[in-house]
């Protein structure tokens, strides 16, 4: 099977760094049955990105948002969606770069895949920064990736690791048929809100109340619709800094 893993970038060289080698490890030092290659997609970069996007020679696309003003997350859905659409590949998985992967992460995802059948998730361990969601665990290990501690990680995701599936859980490094995705609309770009006079509109922050962000609404469409199920594989299990880029002062 073809997979293209997508990974976001916007303004820290850091990160770009780290989730490239996290990349290169899922690929390159795992043995995988299957043809895996990664993009980032520039997200509105800054030139220091764009520019160590070129020294590492990486395979990267630009993308720039046609509301730059926007709220971020909003920008971030659309973002999603232009990699997705502009990917070559058959199937594609979704990466944060924020993110930190045991090294065989990959592999049990990719084993739970059922095309057309079920969206695998790994298991998130996040820093506990934000409130974290289910079957996620809220542990801390650094909320840096210079700052990571990467065998305390490892120790603790080889104890946790579970060969088992269950229902729903988050929506960090999904996988898709690329087809589907983009037949199906893609992710709506934002969250949905409550407005004030009981309506509901995509991505109108700062205007009316959260009722469910715009990736678990797009995967309970996927359910509803077509019957594919948002599943968690409880042997893959990725560490979640939350948010890393945003913090971040590099």
């Known amino acids: 099977m073809k997979l293209e893993l997508i990974i976001l970038v916007y303004k820290s060289v850091d990160y770009v760094r ?8 899922t690929i390159d030092d795992v043995r995988l049955d299957d043809d895996v290659t990664y993009r980032f997609v520039a997200n509105d970069a800054t030139n220091e990105v764009i520019q160590e996007l070129k020294n590492l020679d990486v395979d990267y696309t630009i993308y720039n948002d046609y509301d730059p ?4 997350l909003n920008r971030v859905y659309r973002a999603w969606n232009f990699g997705g ?4 590949a058959p199937h594609i998985c979704f990466v944060n770069s924020d993110m930190k992967m045991h090294p065989d992460w990959l592999i049990n995802l990719l084993r739970a895949y059922k095309p057309l059948k079920n ?3 790994p298991r998130l361990i996040e820093s506990a920064k934000m409130k974290s969601g289910t079957h996620a665990i809220e542990k801390n290990f650094g909320r840096h990736p210079n700052e990571l501690q990467v065998e305390s990680f490892l120790t603790f995701a080889e104890r946790i690791k579970e060969d088992r599936i269950e229902k729903g859980g988050l ?14 609309g893609m992710y709506p770009e934002g969250n949905l809100y409550r407005m004030p006079d009981g ?6 922050f700062g205007k009316g109340e959260v009722i469910i962000s715009g990736d678990a609404h797009y995967f309970n ?7 594919i199920k948002h599943v968690t594989v409880f042997d893959s299990i990725v560490y979640h800094i939350q948010e890393g880029e945003m913090d971040s002062n590099d």
């Open 119 to 121: 969206i695998p998730v």
């Open 85 to 88: 659409k502009t990917s070559s």
């Open 171 to 184: 929506y960090g490094c999904p996988i898709f048929s690329q087809q589907l995705f983009v037949k199906t």
């Open 18 to 25: 780290h989730i490239n080698n996290e990349m290169k490890r």
């Open 221 to 227: 469409e996927l359910n509803r619709r077509f019957g």
């Open 199 to 204: 309506s509901v509109e995509i991505g109108a």
């Open 69 to 72: 003003d926007d709220y971020y």
